[in-house]
């Protein structure tokens, strides 16, 4: 996507000034058409044994929620997509490979690609790049992401992208923010992601994932906790064009998938967060 210099300039003021609320006209909410909606799995629904305590784990994911969450997405304001991708590496849910502005989505690609050139060159974790991740991820800090940007650039962020097959990558052209993602791209890299991290910075990542501030652990996170472990990093471009976005990985036991939920024309940044919510939900309970 190309926008006029002017505006882009505009545009990329607000998104590293992190504005945050703002309202918008929601575009039509329709059923989704047939074309656009993948469900990869059987529609028998299985159960694993009862664990302790007596209730029954789900396999992830049922046909019966995919199909909740793609009914819920068509009665949402605005326009959604949404992907999950099994440990039996399939693919299911909603405009998929439609492609949305990451926002800070991206920064989960931009710590990848930081971790990536350390080991390349050698080095380890001390106190200066750390002092760039941590915010990064943990507070969502765009200054810090900024900083990671110049160092890896764009060829960083595109490497990351070939490694993982993402297929909808755009580049934003400098912007970060504006870097264009699918839900099905981001779906199957975090569920990859460890495999992408240099072994050594594995558990870093993990942990910097998994501790993001109060604050900005709604949607996924917020709905799939304390039952799943969440590794997760969202991004938001509210009063730009009301995008909310998450994208996850989800572990419980010898049990793991990862979603991604793609929003935009939110009329409101907690409607967002309300979307991300009510999928995961459905998800997780299978209806």
Not at 103 to 118: D, G, P, Q, R
Request: net charge neutral.
């Amino acid at each position: 996507m190309r926008l006029p210099a002017t505006l882009s300039k505009l545009v990329l003021l607000v998104v590293l000034c992190a504005c945050i609320g703002g309202s918008f006209v929601p575009g039509a909410s329709s059923a989704p058409p047939a074309a656009t909606f993948h469900v990869a799995v059987s529609t028998h629904v299985t159960r694993s044994r009862v664990p302790r305590g007596g209730k029954a784990v789900s396999r992830f994911p049922t046909s019966h929620g995919v199909v909740a969450a793609a009914a819920y997405l068509s009665r949402r304001a605005g326009e959604t997509a949404f992907a999950v991708y099994s440990n039996k590496h399939k693919i299911s849910g909603l405009k998929i490979h439609e492609r949305f502005h990451s926002a800070s989505v991206v920064k989960s690609m931009l710590l990848v690609a930081y971790l990536k050139k350390i080991a390349a060159e050698h080095g380890d974790l001390d106190g200066g790049n750390e002092g760039l991740m941590y915010p990064m991820i943990h507070s969502s800090d765009n200054d810090a992401a900024s900083a990671i940007f110049a160092i890896v650039g764009e060829g960083g962020l595109a490497g990351v992208a070939r490694e993982a097959h993402m297929t909808d990558y755009e580049s934003g052209e400098g912007v970060w923010g504006f870097t264009e993602i699918s839900a099905a791209d981001m779906a199957r890299f975090f569920y990859i992601q460890d495999t992408l991290i240099p072994r050594r910075f594995d558990g870093y990542a993990r942990w910097l994932l998994s501790h993001i501030e109060p604050g900005e652990s709604w949607g996924i996170p917020a709905t799939a906790r304390p039952e799943f472990k969440v590794f997760f990093k969202g991004g938001w471009l509210p009063e730009i064009e009301g995008l909310v976005n998450q994208v996850a990985r989800l572990e419980r036991g010898k049990e793991t998938f990862a979603m991604a939920v793609l929003t935009r024309h939110d009329p409101s940044m907690g409607y967002g967060e309300e979307t991300l919510a009510g999928v995961t939900s459905r998800l997780i309970e299978g209806d």
